[in-house]
């Protein structure tokens, strides 16, 4: 398992914006697909966002709202999330690698709280 290392979560009101990073080793950065999931109280786990090379995802929930990028100088995969709803309410976590489909290396979670 490979370690994946988030931050910048925190609380936020509504309308607000926060930076989530996670960094990951620099063998698992250059090549892997990296994704943002979250899960919320009683929810699923739910794919935010992922970006490989020039591909980029965004769920529908989140799209002209959040931004992923990689920042290559720190090794690290970045998510700016604008314009919060209560609903972004989650523990977020980092994942990167995909196995058919599935990643397998995860980050431990951030907690990200927005009130309303």
């Known amino acids: 398992q490979a370690h994946l290392v988030e931050s910048g979560g925190g609380s936020v009101q509504a309308g607000g914006s926060l930076k989530l990073s996670c960094v990951a080793p620099?063998?698992?950065?250059?090549?892997?697909?990296m994704a943002w999931w979250r899960q919320s109280s009683g929810k699923g786990r739910e794919l935010v966002s992922k970006?490989?090379?020039?591909?980029?995802f965004y769920s529908e929930s989140v799209k002209g709202r959040f931004a992923i990028s990689r920042d290559d100088s720190k090794n690290a995969m970045v998510l700016q999330m604008n314009s919060l709803k209560a609903e972004d309410t989650a523990v977020y976590y980092c994942?990167?690698?995909?196995?058919?489909?599935?990643?397998?290396?995860w980050g431990q979670g951030i907690q990200v709280t927005v009130s309303s």
């Open positions: 620099l063998n698992i950065f250059r090549v892997c697909e």
């Open positions: 994942a990167a690698c995909t196995d058919r489909d599935s990643f397998y290396h």
């Open positions: 970006i490989a090379l020039r591909k980029i």
